[in-house]
């Protein structure tokens, strides 16, 4: 059960470990042995709406913005 993991503190912290983190974590994704939560969606135009969600710690998952 995966709580949390940041590629950008890894990155920074121990960049060392990223490569075979990267390597293990890759595959399980791309064969969706590993889904990763999206909570929602919002639009660029809706950005702020999308903090406002963020701040309220009450989404399960990623909060994504759109910019296309």
Partial sequence: ?????SLGTTRKLKPQ???PIVQKIMPLVLNKQLVIPIDSVYSLADVKVA???LE????IGKILIDLS
């Fill in 17 to 19: 470990y990223l490569k």
């Fill in 51 to 53: 903090h406002e969600r």
């Fill in 1 to 5: 059960n995966v709580k949390g993991f």
């Fill in 56 to 59: 309220s710690r009450q989404h």
